[in-house]
């Protein structure tokens, strides 16, 4: 479980437990309900991670659009009030931007959301220069975007970036260097679905380093 359903179930039980002392066990059942809720939701399961040329699903969830945009494949991700909602990096490498972009709160499958919902907009570049973007996206009830990774960080592909709390939705942007694998209907899990294969490599002039460590200036819990 992450550290935040942890909180909330903390939440709901010592509020059960206040309930029960004034007005007994069975008004306190609906916050023990919700305490075993919120465990089970908060759940953050291990996942195998399969190894090569792969770009992962960064959540579980239903693709509902695959679309191209600006010389890039969009894949988006609805996520349910009953999918895990830990985010996880698509692929390796250095976190060269993390944008916090403010919006609205529309139901997360519409494809309206990917331009007009609040979001968190994360680029990863590997090694070999290949650049993938994706975000976390909120939804008419999820309205808080949690972010443990920060610009010049390196990640593995699969490895936990943030999460989103409760319904929701996340992008994949992938360049024309990447064979797409999935299709609208499809069912994903974070961190082992393949959502695409790299072509070929990808050869810049320019070395790939760190980028310079820049503190997040905004984090909603």
């Known amino acids: 479980m992450v550290r935040d359903g942890i909180y ?32 089970w939701f908060f759940r953050d399961p291990e996942r195998a991670i399969p190894a090569g040329p792969f770009a992962l699903s960064p959540a579980d969830g239903l693709v509902v659009a695959v679309v191209p945009e600006e010389g890039r494949t969009r894949i988006s991700i609805f996520l349910n009030i009953f999918n895990v909602h830990v985010n996880r990096s698509p692929i390796g490498g250095v976190i060269t931007d993390i944008t916090y972009k403010k919006g609205e709160f529309l139901v997360a499958s519409r494809p309206e959301a990917t331009e007009r919902n609040e979001q968190n907009i994360f680029t990863v570049r590997a090694s070999d220069g290949t650049t ?90």
């Not at 306190?28 to 919700?34: E, K, V």
């Open 8 to 39: 909330y179930a903390l939440g709901f039980i010592v509020a059960g437990v206040f309930v029960t002392s004034v007005l007994g066990s069975l008004a306190a059942i609906p916050f023990f309900i919700l305490a075993a809720f919120c465990g």
């Open 132 to 221: 993938v973007m994706f975000s976390q996206i909120t939804g008419l009830i999820a309205r808080r975007i949690v972010c443990y990774k920060k610009q010049g960080d390196v990640v593995q592909a699969g490895d936990r970036v943030g999460l989103i709390k409760f319904g929701s939705r996340v992008d994949v942007y992938l360049g024309p260097e990447w064979h797409i694998q999935v299709k609208p209907g499809m069912k994903v899990e974070g961190g082992t679905s393949v959502l695409a294969t790299r072509a070929g490599e990808v050869v810049l002039a320019e070395a790939v380093t760190a980028a310079p460590l820049k503190e997040a200036a905004w984090q909603t819990s």
